[in-house]
């Protein structure tokens, strides 16, 4: 890994909060390069709030704006919003920056806007992972509790290739999807060089490969406080003599990874190898109960059981699962999508989850709310009748969640939008 840390940003005027509240255009804007030494990267790391801490939340009064718009500095689409919130209370929004077009495969970055003002506005898009020709994404951050430093996970694979093609085995090894780290200790200025973790995390017989997306987890209680858990997916190869390609829905599978010392190694954690079909547990978010136990919630990848989201629980920090992935009945409204996942501090507060909330179409984002652990789930709130899409969670303050995703009128991804809401 490189000694120094780098970050490209985009100088423009901040992107400010609204007063209430994919094509083939190519968007262009001028480039400035800010290189950061490790060294002096460090010397931030006194400057952060202890993560236990309860900085001021006396948040301005806006409740909306757009962090990211297609078309807009040299990208032609943003998708794979995920957010976290640093121990000085700095809100960091990550998003996969497609350079070419809204495909899923070729030139992308994985990029980031930092506010310090509630997201109300926003800073100058920083570059935190280059593609370079080919794809990072599937940004999985979290805020290590013991160092307060920003833990960043990604996804990685040749711009040359599609998913179909990794799933279907037609690709090397180094062309085929990848697992990488990075850490921030100076509030999410800038990020180290990603290191490569694959070896510890991707079994030989998986294929595909995704982490989170959306923000990963920092376990705060239990023999396990500390533990750093990142919800992933992966596929399977077919068994030897089927005549199945491997890209069929039955061989997603989610899975954890996790670490004990502050992202420095990794291993696998819980792993969904059923691919029986019925359910195709895919995109995973993860969130730790108030008992201390992890929450799964699981996109179902064209299972043929009735029902788009699966959960699950563990027991163990991710280890392993309490029982195997089933259908969430509660949240039938949401189609086959990934989706975020929250718990609010504090005993007696609710589990949150938000998507789309129309079964058949990526519309209406919403939030539901769940008072006894994620058995069941109601709709709380409806942010908008607009086409929607992935989506993540963020405490903001007493009572206050914010809300990134994927938006649109015309189109689902035409722009990552912020929404702050009372609960």
């Known amino acids: ?17 609204s007063p209430s509240g994919r094509d083939g255009r190519t968007g262009r804007s001028g480039r400035a390069r800010l290189a950061v030494g490790v060294l002096a990267a460090a010397l931030g790391l006194t400057a952060f709030t202890a993560p ?11 409740t909306a704006s757009v962090p990211y718009t297609a078309d807009t500095d040299g990208y032609d689409t943003f998708r794979i919003p995920a957010v976290a919130r640093t121990g000085r209370g700095t809100l960091l929004a990550f998003a996969e920056g497609r350079r070419a077009s809204a495909s899923d495969t070729g030139n992308i970055d994985v990029v980031l806007r930092r ?11 920083g570059v935190v992972a280059a593609g370079r020709g080919d794809t ?4 999985a951050p979290v805020v290590d509790p013991g160092t307060g430093r920003v833990v960043l996970l990604t996804s990685y694979n040749s711009g040359a290739v599609t998913e179909g093609q990794i799933m279907r085995g037609e690709v090397t090894a180094a062309q085929s999807r990848r697992a990488f780290v990075q850490t921030s200790v100076d509030d ?4 180290s060089s990603p290191r490569e973790i694959t070896a510890a995390v991707k079994r030989p017989r998986w294929r595909w490969y995704a982490t989170g997306p959306g923000h990963a987890v920092a376990l705060t209680r239990g023999p396990h406080a500390g533990r750093l858990v990142v919800p992933a997916n992966h596929s399977a190869a077919p068994a030897p003599g089927s005549s199945d390609t491997g890209q069929e829905p039955k061989y997603y599978g989610g899975h954890a990874l ?26 995973s978010a993860a969130a730790q109960l108030p008992d201390g136990r992890l929450y799964l919630s699981s996109r179902d990848q064209h299972g043929v059981a009735v029902g788009n989201r699966l959960d699950s629980y563990s027991s163990d920090g991710g280890r392993s699962l309490d029982r195997p992935y089933a259908v969430q009945a509660s ?4 189609p086959v999508v990934q989706g975020g996942l ?24 919403a939030l539901w709310r769940s008072r006894d652990g994620g058995r069941s789930f109601v709709k709380a709130v409806t942010l908008s009748q607009d086409r929607a899409g992935y989506s993540d969670l963020v405490q903001v303050g007493p009572g206050v969640v914010g809300v990134l995703y994927e938006t649109g009128v015309a189109g689902t991804y035409e722009r990552i939008a912020w929404r702050r809401v009372g609960v």
């Open 1 to 17: 890994m490189s000694r120094t840390s780098r970050v490209i940003q985009r100088r423009r005027p901040p992107v400010r909060s």
């Open 52 to 62: 236990g801490a309860a900085p001021d939340h006396r948040l301005p009064g806006c």
């Open 115 to 125: 506010s310090t003002d509630g997201g109300c506005t926003w800073g100058p898009l």
């Open 136 to 139: 990072r994404g599937n940004p």
């Open 188 to 191: 999410g200025r800038t990020f």
């Open 258 to 283: 996790y670490s004990d010392d502050h992202g420095r190694s990794w291993r696998i954690g819980f792993v969904d190898d059923t691919y029986d079909g019925e359910h195709n547990s895919n995109e």
């Open 331 to 334: 949240l039938n409204d949401v």
């Open 342 to 365: 929250l718990q609010l501090r504090g005993w007696g507060e609710p589990l949150l989850f938000s998507g789309p909330s129309v079964p058949t179409a990526r519309q209406a984002m």
